[in-house]
């Protein structure tokens, strides 16, 4: 997948693992040492009383919120350049890029020389690099497009300025591309009750990203009392890496026609049907949760290889030095027609 995602990953982590600390801690906390007799009981004892005289609970709930949506824009801006990147490199020519990144590329480099005061560009992004690239694009056709540009936002990132920064670089629907991930939604069902999930209006589908940077605001101003219990704060990073996951695979998903080159094309396919993939490989390594891009109608799916078995035998990688028959079981159906190339991770 896109690196951007695996760095916010990464920080999703040990954003959970904060709070199973602080559900630890709670928990050393309220323990009765009063008629005990361990060893360091009075130094312990010390030490609850000292906890108990601050405000504890809202500094490990600010750190969550703030840590949490932190992550979450910083991966949205990153995995918009990210994408720019591989779309620009492919291309030498400005003229050749996508229309509405030629048309964005100028309205909102103009745009952001009128921020470079703000902190989040000081030291980064100058006037005249600005300038420089966008003589570069419409005078010398040259691929040098403001990347910062298309992160630009003038508010918090809530739903609607989430919609408005992806389709400056092409997605127009991503929204409701997002409610086809079915986590999120039997989240929603879980929590709401049977509905048409799918009619619903996205601010209801999607009410915890408006609610994060809600949370994010009240913290930064100093409002701290609608504090969420250990339990909820969980289920809203969940949420928001099921959000964040789905992007990276719609982003991902576009950049495929990109990738092909660097690609397997799987050409002899002895059988397609359920999950299962019957095919001939030869010199190239294959591993499990491998990734095959799979054109289906003119379109392109990702799956990814659950299960490798040659001769009946399971694998977790296999390396074909020669031509060899093999089995891989996908986390998706294979269609008739379906032509399939190997991405490695």
Excluded at 7 to 36: A, M, P
Excluded at 305 to 329: P, W
Aim: proline fraction near 1%.
């Amino acid at each position: 997948m896109l690196s951007s995602y695996d760095k916010f990953i990464n920080r999703i982590r040990q954003i959970n693992e904060y709070i199973d600390y602080v559900y630890c801690c709670d928990s050393y906390l309220n323990l009765k040492l009063d008629k005990t007799r361990c060893k360091y009981r009075k130094e312990l004892m010390q030490f609850q009383d000292l906890i108990k005289q601050i405000p504890k609970r809202q500094f490990d709930y600010s750190v969550v919120i703030i840590s949490l949506y932190g992550c979450f824009e910083q991966c949205i801006e990153d995995l918009i350049k990210e994408y720019l990147v591989i779309i620009v490199n492919k291309y030498n020519r400005y003229s050749e890029l996508p229309k509405n990144i030629q048309d964005n590329n100028v309205n909102l480099s103009i745009i952001l020389l009128t921020k470079l005061d703000q902190s989040k560009y000081i030291g980064i992004v100058s006037k005249e690099n600005i300038i420089n690239n966008l003589h570069e694009c419409i005078y010398n056709n040259k691929s040098r497009i403001n990347y910062d540009s298309f992160c630009q936002h003038n508010a918090n990132f809530r739903i609607q300025t989430i919609s408005e920064v992806f389709k400056n670089i092409g997605f127009n629907n991503i929204l409701k591309e997002i409610t086809k991930n079915e986590e999120l939604k039997n989240i929603y069902l879980k929590e709401n009750g049977n509905c048409n999930y799918e009619s619903l209006e996205l601010n209801n589908v999607f009410s915890f990203v408006n609610e994060l940077a809600d949370r994010r605001n009240k913290i930064a101003h100093g409002s701290i009392d609608d504090i969420l219990q250990i339990e909820l704060q969980k289920v809203l990073v969940k949420k928001i890496e099921l959000f964040m996951q789905e992007i990276n695979k719609i982003i991902f998903k576009k950049t495929i026609p990109y990738r092909i080159g660097e690609s397997y094309k799987i050409s002899k396919v002895y059988e397609a049907k359920g999950k299962l993939l019957c095919c001939q490989i030869s010199n190239i390594t294959v591993k499990l949760m491998d990734i095959l891009f799979i054109k289906r109608n003119d379109k392109f799916e990702l799956a990814k290889i659950i299960d490798i078995e040659i001769e009946h035998k399971k694998n977790k990688s296999v390396t074909a030095n020669e031509d060899i028959d093999i089995g891989l079981k996908l986390d998706i159906n294979t269609k008739p027609n379906d032509e399939y190339w190997l991405y490695s991770v």
